[in-house]
């Protein structure tokens, strides 16, 4: 059965990133990978069960003030990801406050390094994604829709060291509301995605990294089976790390300022990208891939550089390739049509 998996995509734009190889501690690392929700709309798929796989990769060197103080000039630091992400969207057609409701339900997988001097390398189960709900709102007959959501990561990930985050499971929860308004007319689909993370505190550490704002966009056309167009994200963290005095001091002795901020920490980034999407639409299937450059991405820690008068900050900046094939595992039989009798 062929369908428009256009809204289907909604949902399936999730994928999670985090990896902080920037910072000897946490913080500085989003949990969801900016563009997650590139080629994504409002839209929503007929009801049914559907599932997706999604895989990407992330070449990049680290940039920032660190640069220079953390790193003493080295500016070919290499940070790379494999990420392979497997997810189950819900549609079971019912509806409240007039909109459409669905629920998801994502696992990724995460492969990483990071080059010298830093050396390290990692791979393990991410954070379980869920979204219990989502609804959906068709604003008339105008072609735009919107969509709202609350997600969250729960800690079921690979858990290790001292602080629970020398692997990429972490030992907090991440709250994710999210709303996306789009036009989905004459083969459009133009859409802001925008959603973002609270964090709670490290149960390990006491630690809680800060707020971090996302904004995907899609400016697409579809021509037959063929979809394409340009996409960007937008990421910026917008509020400070925290953690209780006292606390972080003695967990992190040396490198924790007087209101437990680590000073090697980015308190403030904002990184923009650019980039270009492709789909076919196979039918039974959809298959898409995306790829952005990353050409903005800055770093700061005030704190740190009021107390030390340096600046140790450190983001990633680099280039992204994400696939995701998506498809229907069932669908409600359709009701059987009256027979017709003549006489």
């Known amino acids: 059965m062929r369908f428009n998996f256009k809204a289907l995509l909604a949902a399936a734009g999730v994928a999670a990133f985090a990896f902080s190889p920037a910072n000897a501690y946490e913080g500085g690392a989003a949990q969801t990978k900016s563009g997650s929700f590139i080629g994504a709309s409002a839209g929503m798929p007929p009801p049914g069960i559907y599932m997706f796989n999604q895989v990407f990769t992330y070449q990049s060197n680290l940039v920032g003030p660190g640069v220079n103080t953390a790193l003493g000039g080295n500016t070919r630091v290499g940070v790379q990801a494999a990420v392979d992400v497997q997810g189950f969207i819900f549609v079971p057609g019912w509806t409240f406050l007039g909109a459409t409701y669905d629920a998801l339900i994502v696992q990724p997988f995460v492969m990483s390094s990071v080059g010298a001097p830093v050396n390290a390398q990692s791979s393990g189960a991410f954070n379980t994604y869920f979204v219990p709900v989502e609804l959906t709102w068709k604003l008339g007959t105008s072609g735009f829709v919107a969509k709202a959501g609350l997600a969250f990561y729960a800690p079921t990930g690979t858990i290790q060291g001292p602080a629970g985050i020398s692997n990429h499971g972490v030992p907090f929860f991440t709250f994710q509301p999210e709303f996306a308004i789009s036009y989905l007319a004459n083969g459009w689909n ?77 308190q403030r980034f904002q990184v923009f990208a650019l980039g270009g999407l492709v789909e076919y639409n196979f039918g039974a299937a959809s298959f898409s891939v995306w790829a952005t450059q990353e050409i903005m991405a800055k770093a700061s820690n005030a704190a740190a550089l009021a107390l030390t008068r340096e600046d140790f900050s450190l983001i990633t900046r680099g280039s992204t390739v994400f696939a995701t094939l998506s498809y229907r595992l069932w669908a409600p039989e359709e009701p059987p049509k009256p027979a017709m009798f003549r006489k």
């Open 190 to 266: 133009l859409t802001a995605f925008l959603y973002e993370e609270f964090n709670t505190a490290n149960t390990r550490d006491r630690y809680t990294n800060g707020d971090i704002f996302h904004l995907d966009f899609t400016a697409t056309k579809t021509i037959g089976k063929w979809t394409f167009g340009p996409v960007g994200y937008y990421v910026a963290q917008v509020t400070d790390d925290k953690c209780p005095v006292g606390v972080c001091t003695a967990t992190h002795p040396g490198v924790v300022t007087p209101t437990g901020v680590i000073i090697g920490n980015a």
